[in-house]
């Protein structure tokens, strides 16, 4: 059955099947809102997981730090460039 609904991020109307679930709130959108909602997914992943390390002073980091420091800082930028508070989504 057809069943137009908006997308909750650009509310562009779509066909409910084409919606699919924000890998962050239970928000329904879109296939290019999705589409950056899980590059957005991906790299807060990626930055929790060196944030973690870092914090727990992980040995596969021994003299590497700064470089992982460094990688962590351009992830929560390109967080930033998405528009989103990498502040926010890091806690
Ligand atoms: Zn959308």
Redesign the pocket.
């Given at each position: 059955m057809e069943m137009p609904t908006p997308?909750s991020?650009?509310k562009?109307v779509v066909e409910l099947n084409d919606l699919r679930e924000s890998n962050f709130t239970k928000q329904m959108?879109?296939y290019?809102?999705y589409s950056t909602d899980s590059e957005l997914y991906d790299l807060v992943e990626e930055a929790k997981d060196i944030q973690r390390d870092l914090e727990g002073y992980a040995d596969h980091m021994k003299g590497n730090r700064g470089l992982w420091r460094a990688k962590l800082n351009l992830l929560r930028k390109q967080i930033n460039e998405l528009g989103e508070d990498a502040d926010d989504l890091l806690l």
């Open positions: 997308c991020e650009c562009e959108l879109c290019d809102c």
